[in-house]
């Protein structure tokens, strides 16, 4: 799976999760999004050094493996931005794509 969709359906369920008193971690484990622990961690890293998520802690161990906490995460407000700008440039494309289809 692409990243760049790995880290759009995270945002996505840290978006629907909005709506939920309780969240359920599972949901944006690794084992869910069927992806290596390692690539969840690097993703994770990078949602919350850009701070798209919050509710994310980020360390590294001696040998500079990167390792993640969850706690109540959720999703930012410049999450919600880039669900939004991405979901414009998907219906621009398709868009696009569909004009380029009509036109020989």
């Known amino acids: 799976m692409d990243n760049f969709r ?37 993703l994770m890293e990078m949602l919350s050094d850009e701070g798209y998520v919050k509710g994310v802690h980020v360390s590294r161990s001696l040998d500079n493996e990167v390792l993640v906490s969850v706690s109540n995460p959720r999703i930012t407000l410049k999450g919600l931005e880039y669900l939004q700008e991405n979901s414009l440039m998907k219906k621009a494309a398709n868009l696009a794509k569909g004009v380029a289809d009509i036109i020989p």
Do not use: G
């Not at 999760?17 to 999004?33: G, P, R, Y």
């Open 6 to 42: 790995i880290l759009y359906k995270i945002l996505r369920i840290l978006e629907k999760a909005m709506d939920v008193e309780e969240f359920d971690s599972s949901t944006i484990s690794a084992e869910s999004l069927k992806i290596s622990e390692a690539r969840w961690c690097n």
